[in-house]
């Protein structure tokens, strides 16, 4: 089978999608793909007479799972086609199959996906890749409007936006265990957030990108940190692998969900590398441990993901040899953006750049 890419473009209400849909029909075409798009089904249901605001629950249920239903057959079409095209091909999702669950109650989205012969982990390993994009209602309140989109719901008022903010976290959390869930953040420069899509989607890929380093910060928490943080437990394990390359096999937890994830980098220039991540299953993972690499310490870590004024930060706690450490990342601020730091963290020192914190150097024993 053709190895063709499925990546699903999300996020909350007046992210940018419809811009970013037509960035990316552009600029990979333009470079020999062939790019499909699958609409959003719930805005189609929506103009064709579904009201998902309903208060008749079988009417909504049944809403619910035609709406899996027909989300799920449009993808798999659409790689039928793919499978039959001579260039590389991308299938671009305006949305996704977790999203719908988003909208509904847990026990509800278990029926569903039962009723349609499917699983929540099924439906994530459906994507090659999950990009969020921020809701301007986050950070970026000033341009946020309903004009391009007649069917939305949340409003342009404040009790609008709380909801916005309220449904875009809810969508980050309905795609959490994905292993390659980028959050793309608001920027004041919607120029900014536009290049950091065509990035990801590059490093899925396959294309080697320029080395941009994420503005890292050594820091204490002087404060509770949001109630919707995602908290997950990493261990990271570097392998003995050729000399101009860094390999790694990753465990990480989210209670009793755990995803595996095999990643390799090689730089292919001077400023430019190649980054390949890879899901595999438990047991190619414990098949891979004893080829770690002697030298290095298994970096242990918990971690809380959230966002703060529509910028998206990680806070890794180390812990075994490394206790004590803990290190701020953001994600796509770009160089000149300022950080909107959370006023329950405390900046102790900047290590942007700094290779003594980059975690290869860390696992390195003393």
Request: net charge negative; aromatic share 8%.
């Amino acid at each position: 089978m053709k190895d063709i890419k499925k990546i699903v473009l999300t996020g909350g209400p007046c992210a940018g999608k419809t811009t970013a849909l037509v960035r990316i029909i552009d600029h990979f075409s333009s470079l020999g793909f062939k790019v499909f798009t699958i609409p959003e089904v719930p805005t189609l249901f929506t103009q064709s007479g579904m009201n998902y605001l309903t208060k008749n629950k079988a009417f909504f249920y049944e809403g619910e799972k035609a709406t899996l239903e027909i989300q799920l057959t449009l993808e798999d079409l659409f790689l039928r086609m793919a499978e039959q095209c001579q260039k590389p091909c991308i299938i671009v999702c305006d949305r996704g199959a977790m999203d719908i669950s988003a909208y509904m109650t847990p026990e509800m989205w278990e029926d569903i996906t039962r009723a349609v012969g499917t699983s929540t982990p099924k439906l994530r390993d459906r994507y090659d890749a999950v990009l969020h994009l921020v809701s301007a209602a986050d950070g970026a309140e000033q341009y946020y409007t309903t004009a391009n989109n007649a069917q939305r719901y949340e409003q342009m008022d404040e009790e609008g936006l709380r909801i916005a903010r309220m449904l875009d976290k809810k969508v980050i959390h309905a795609w959490t265990g994905h292993p390659h869930l980028r959050v793309i953040n608001n920027h004041n420069d919607f120029e900014k957030k536009m290049h950091r899509v065509l990035k990801e989607i590059s490093n899925v890929l396959g294309l080697p990108q320029p080395i941009e380093e994420e503005r890292k910060y050594i820091v204490e928490v002087v404060g509770a940190l949001p109630d919707d943080s995602i908290e997950s437990e990493i261990t990271q394990t570097y392998l003995k692998g050729y000399p101009d390359a860094e390999e790694r096999i990753r465990k990480r937890s989210w209670g009793r969900k755990q995803v595996f994830v095999h990643t390799t980098k090689k730089k292919t220039a001077e400023n430019e590398e190649l980054v390949t991540e890879r899901q595999i299953n438990q047991n190619l993972y414990e098949i891979m441990l004893p080829l770690a690499d002697q030298q290095r310490n298994t970096i242990h870590k918990i971690r809380n993901s959230f966002i703060w004024r529509g910028q998206y930060f990680e806070i890794d706690n180390f812990l075994d040899e490394l206790e004590g450490l803990i290190i701020l990342e953001t994600k796509g601020i770009t160089e000149g953006e300022e950080i909107k730091v959370p006023p329950f963290l405390k900046i102790v020192k900047d290590i942007t750049g700094d290779k003594d914190y980059y975690n290869y150097t860390l696992a390195k024993k003393k």
